[in-house]
């Protein structure tokens, strides 16, 4: 794991009058850079060939003579073959020219080797470089390690196919979309081996995949993905935030259970009849209030264990997805120790919670920007990049 000091001395060479916030360029990166520009950055997203185009042409920035945005959010597009360029040692030397201050995302970990991001991307990174490898189900202190140490509330693992006796999620990758899921939902061993092996033989998980799966108990209830904000600049009220809560459409799924009862018994001994569970949307919620405060609970239990386990700890925005039971129980079903997937449905309107706590639109892409704005001029970077 690359040193925070050597980060810090990377940060000690840039001009803070002239800082820029880099991308890559997928996942929740406009929600980056709309935040970044509201808030006077410049931005820089890494883009791949034949994907480019969404950040390259249409969301392109335009500035007047005098800087000030007219249109877009992207000032600078590079374009790569693959992704993986982005992290070469003259590519590394061209961000630190430009003072890039990098902003880690899911894509940023599913395209970029992990050991290389731990070891090689010598770039500082606004958030928390040694937890990012803790969204990896199976790594020796995973998510589900942490949520344990924490004394948080998760799904019981199942331990073997044999020992399922009523509803469970069945959770590991799709085999032909490659960052996808392929989670399956059953009731019983009889139940798994079917489903199992007809996804197989669809081409929708392996064997391999399915060995190496984690099975849970099932949790019956809406799903609230919990936007946090850990402000480690804050020295007078909270440092955690809760900026908004999102949610998620699913392909297949959202379309099965948009179909009446009896087109849905249609679909059995079909290949639609299992449906998939693949992100391909999200929309804005928000609790109700009561329970809010076991929301902020959740939190502080988390940030706490994060300094325990990862100092510095978690930096910046972070994700705990929650579903909720029947008593109104929170159960953490995954966690993302950076911006979350579904924070760009608050792109350039801000979270509910955010916009009500510090009275203008604060998107989470905004508020990283906010908080990079105030490190520059406490010139307290270095307590914000690992």
């Not at 690359?2 to 810090?8: D, H, Q, V």
């Not at 988390?302 to 129980?329: M, R, W």
Request: proline letters at 3%; aromatic letters at 10%.
């Amino acid at each position: 794991m690359i040193g925070r000091k050597s980060i810090e001395e990377v940060v000690g060479g840039y001009d803070g009058e002239d800082v820029k916030v880099g991308v890559l360029a997928s996942h929740s990166a406009l929600d980056v850079a709309e935040g970044a520009v509201a808030e006077g950055f410049r931005t820089v997203l890494y883009c791949q060939k034949g994907r480019e185009k969404t950040y390259a042409e249409y969301f392109k920035a335009r500035r007047d003579g005098e800087g000030n945005l007219v249109r877009g959010v992207v000032d600078e597009a590079r374009v790569y073959g693959k992704f993986r360029e982005m992290v070469s040692e003259k590519e590394q030397e061209r961000m630190k020219e430009d003072n890039v201050l990098f902003i880690p995302n899911r894509s940023f970990t599913s395209y970029i080797d992990l050991k290389t991001i731990e070891d090689d991307f010598r770039v500082p990174m606004v958030g928390s470089r040694n937890m990012l490898r803790s969204e990896e189900r199976g790594e020796q202190q995973d998510y589900y390690w942490l949520l344990e140490k924490a004394g948080l509330p998760f799904p019981e693992k199942i331990d073997n196919p044999e020992a399922i006796d009523d509803l469970c999620i069945v959770k590991l990758h799709h085999k032909q979309k490659r960052l996808e899921r392929g989670f399956f939902t059953c009731k019983s061993q009889e139940e798994y081996e079917e489903k199992s092996a007809q996804l197989i033989k669809d081409g929708v998980i392996t064997a391999d995949a399915l060995e190496h799966a984690r099975i849970e108990r099932y949790i019956i209830g809406p799903v609230f993905n919990l936007d946090f904000f850990y402000n480690p600049l804050e020295d007078e009220l909270p440092k955690i935030e809760l900026l908004g809560v999102d949610w998620r459409f699913e392909s297949s799924l959202d379309g099965h259970v948009r179909l009446p009862a009896a087109q849905q018994m249609e679909l059995v001994g079909t290949k639609q009849e299992i449906p998939e569970m693949t992100v391909c949307g999200h929309n804005s919620a928000t609790l109700r209030e009561s329970l809010l405060e076991n929301a902020f609970d959740l939190a502080e239990k988390f940030v706490e264990a994060s300094k325990e386990h990862y100092k510095p700890g978690i930096i910046g925005a972070f994700c705990l997805q929650t579903c909720v039971d029947k008593d109104l129980n929170y159960y953490i079903y995954d966690v993302a120790p950076r911006i979350g997937g579904g924070t760009n449905v608050h792109v350039a309107v801000g979270h509910p919670y955010g916009n009500a706590l510090w009275r203008k639109e604060m998107s989470t892409g905004r508020r990283t920007a906010q908080l990079i704005r105030e490190a520059v001029e406490q010139d307290r970077v270095n307590e914000i990049v690992t």
